[in-house]
């Protein structure tokens, strides 16, 4: 009974109290953990919902790998950010700076649980993206980030499975339809669930498709935050596109405009590989591209083709179609890329029942482009070409991708078309060409503002600015027309084009790091005779400092982190780093330094108020730290004080008196000094303010809110006798 109890209170660092202890009465082992499970609410020890937990940004630990990491607008419009994974167990919300390059953390939260997959969705119309996340919990997660509360918030949960990571349970892989009408989850064998979303309307009908009321499997609260695009948000009941015996190798989710939306899936069929004892059937199983398409108007799902694929296909990349792109799918495949149209395979399973896909699958390749990868001089024969991560960028004028491969290499994918001047947008080539080589990847992420996010799989994360467009005359390329990659080729051997990889990038311009311990190979506590040895060295005393302290000596280690030539050894101690957002130098020696926020419950912020000899400097806190000038305070001499009242405004005692800047907009009321005393001290809380005067006399002013929240004059005392 003891040892069950002292090992949960270490565990949870819950103190469990029954009354059988309280009345000094003996209890039986198998009767504690019951009568536990009684006394503890549910929620406590419940793992069958994701729960979020909000953690302080500076003090969490920052040292983990990231597994997956995906870009767009969470916060607020045309903002660029990265919601990223760390050890699958966290997600945390990044933000570039477009002028620095500085990595910014906004806002983290615990999940609780097995992060699986994540994908960003954005309704129509809509500025801002909300979280897909699939887990271990068994249910669909829809999140929104809360910029004032710096948070994540749970906009909708719908459970559709048990919890833990089983194969036929969904949650594996997540993907959003590109022009945002739906989503599906999709498990490792069998199941996969499409959800189609919508926008809450003000009549009681329910959008075409939803097949739920609005606001059903919302979450408790989330329509608390009625400004965010989010709260209008509403899922259907989910519409299962099962297929037996097959396993998921990826899934995407196609760029078909505002026709119903397709899905696209790679699957392996190893129908009779289980009753096969001679393993022929497992040995010529083959992989497939099916498509699943959801109509809009039956809602209903529906497999309209499946069309054979390399057995070496993992990864699936939707081309932007629509009227952006010729639309398609890239499928990743080991040493080759294969382009698929798709457009015969939808129009074909449009016109028919086609449940079975039978009428696309018996059609030809028609509009299939195949395309070696460049391959590495040194890379033996036998060794393949794996691609383990790819990104896309988008304009309206252009689009490419990047993809890299095992070995870090990265390759930019265009897509050369008949153009839309003939109304022809059939993809003519398809072009590989060599673009660097960088750290192998998690996760890439290309943003806007002109960054790539670099998700190391070992060693620290990187954030690269882009310095050219990998337009090198002499990088190697590869095109399906000229390899032998052609929809015309047959069996025509593809030649791949050799390169060497580049020691330094040419593309790519390293600007920030994120420290990351992943793997960490072995750990070691700094051992005293270091630093006997160092005392006796020849370095000096400022080095054998940083080197390591003696009253850190029993709380530092030494940490052997990354792999091959980026590999690390660390010393480790206890603490919270700082880290510089923003550096400037002053006009002169300051005499005081405050931090204001612009509403007293406010999480951040918004001011920095500096005081020198005969000036006062305000710089306002934002995504940077610059100088403002209509703070409404006095520039032209020394502060004294300067804080927040409880109504919003800000007050400033200088030596001449009190400056009060209301809130609204409503202009600052300055009370002057009486005679020629000079206020020599002040302070304040919410809605009081005392300063002191020269000659020892304290005036104090409260804050009035019948008559319209002004700073009244409250009281005097001057030492020695009272007024």
Not at 549 to 557: I, K, M, S
Not at 625 to 637: K, M, R
Request: charged residues 20%; hydrophobic residues 40%.
């Amino acid at each position: 009974m003891h040892l069950y109890h002292l090992t949960l209170q270490r565990a949870t660092g819950i103190q469990v109290r029954d009354r059988e202890e309280e009345e000094k009465r003996e209890i039986d082992d198998d009767s504690f953990f019951p009568l536990l499970l009684r006394r503890l609410s549910p929620s406590a020890l419940s793992t069958s919902s994701l729960l979020l937990s909000p953690l302080n940004p500076q003090t969490q630990p920052r040292h983990l790998n990231l597994q997956l990491a995906i870009y767009g607008s969470f916060s607020a419009p045309k903002q660029h950010e990265i919601v990223v994974v760390r050890a699958s167990t966290t997600l945390e919300i990044l933000r570039p700076d477009p002028t620095t390059g500085r990595l910014r953390s906004l806002a983290s939260a615990d999940a609780f649980g097995n992060i699986r997959s994540i994908a960003p969705f954005r309704l129509p119309g809509s500025a801002r993206d909300v979280v897909l996340v699939g887990s271990d919990s068994g249910r669909l997660v829809i999140l929104e980030y809360d910029p004032r509360r710096r948070a994540f918030l749970k906009v909708h949960q719908e459970t559709f499975g048990k919890t833990g990571v089983r194969r036929v349970v969904p949650g594996q892989f997540v993907a959003a339809d590109p022009r945002g009408r739906a989503a599906v989850v999709a498990a490792v064998e069998k199941a996969k669930l499409i959800y189609v979303l919508n926008r809450e309307t003000t009549t009681s009908a329910a959008a075409p498709g939803a097949g739920a009321a609005p606001g059903a499997g919302a979450a408790p609260g989330a329509g608390s935050s009625p400004s965010s695009s989010s709260s209008h948000l509403t899922i259907s009941s989910p519409l299962e596109a099962n297929k037996s015996r097959a396993i998921t190798f990826a899934v995407a989710g196609l760029d078909v405009g505002f026709d119903n939306p397709v899905f696209a899936a790679v699957e392996l069929d190893y129908t009779g590989a289980d009753d096969d004892a001679t393993g022929e059937a497992a040995a010529t199983a083959s992989k497939s591209l099916s498509l699943y398409r959801l109509d809009l108007g039956l809602n209903h799902v529906s497999r309209i083709s499946s069309l054979p694929v390399d057995n070496g296909a993992n990864l699936l990349l939707a081309v932007p179609g629509g009227g952006d792109g010729p639309g398609g799918v890239l499928v990743c495949c080991e040493n080759f890329l294969i382009y698929r149209s798709c457009a015969a395979a939808i129009e074909l399973g449009s016109g028919s029942d086609a449940a079975n896909g039978s009428a696309a699958s018996s059609s030809s390749n028609d509009g299939e482009l195949r395309v070696p990868l460049p391959r590495r001089k040194s890379l033996p024969a036998h060794r393949g070409t794996l691609v383990v991560a790819a990104a896309s960028h988008k304009q309206k004028s252009m689009f490419f991708f990047l993809i890299q491969t095992e070995y870090g290499d990265l390759f930019k994918v265009t897509l050369e078309t008949g153009g839309k001047e003939s109304g022809n947008e059939k993809v003519t080539d398809v072009v590989v060409r060599y673009f660097d080589t960088i750290p192998p990847s998690n996760s890439l992420c290309v943003l806007r503002t002109g960054f790539l996010f670099l998700a190391s799989e070992f060693g620290n994360h990187g954030l690269f600015q882009f310095s050219g467009l990998g337009d090198d005359a002499d990088a190697a390329e590869a095109k399906a027309s000229s390899c032998g990659g052609g929809g015309d080729s047959g069996d025509a051997p593809m030649v791949p084009p050799l390169f060497e990889p580049r020691t330094e990038t040419r593309n790519l311009v390293l600007v920030d790091e994120l420290d990351s311990m992943s793997p960490l190979l072995d750990l070691k506590l700094a051992a005293p005779v270091l630093l006997k040895s160092l005392k006796g060295s020849s370095i000096s005393s400022q080095q054998q400092h940083h080197a390591i302290t003696p009253a850190a000596a029993a709380a530092a280690f030494y940490a052997a982190c990354g792999r091959g030539p980026r590999s690390t050894l660390r010393l480790l101690r206890p603490g919270a780093a700082l880290a510089e957002v923003a550096s400037s130098p002053l006009p002169g020696a300051p005499t005081g330094v405050w931090t204001i926020r612009r509403n007293r419950d406010d999480a951040a912020d918004a001011y920095i108020v500096v005081s020198f000899t005969n000036a006062t400097l305000v710089l306002a806190v934002g995504d940077a730290v610059e100088e403002v000038s209509d703070s409404g305070f006095s520039g032209g001499t020394r502060t004294l004080f300067a804080g927040a009242l409880a109504d919003g405004s800000l007050v400033q005692a200088h030596p001449g008196g009190l400056r009060h800047v209301r809130a609204g907009g409503r202009g600052p009321v300055e009370w002057r000094a009486p005679g020629r005393r000079a206020v020599v001290a002040a302070t304040s809380n919410g809605r009081q303010v005392a300063l002191a005067l020269a000659g020892g006399e304290v005036v104090a002013f409260e804050l009035d809110g019948n008559a319209g929240w002004r700073l009244l004059p409250a009281a005097g005392y001057t030492f020695g006798r009272e007024d």
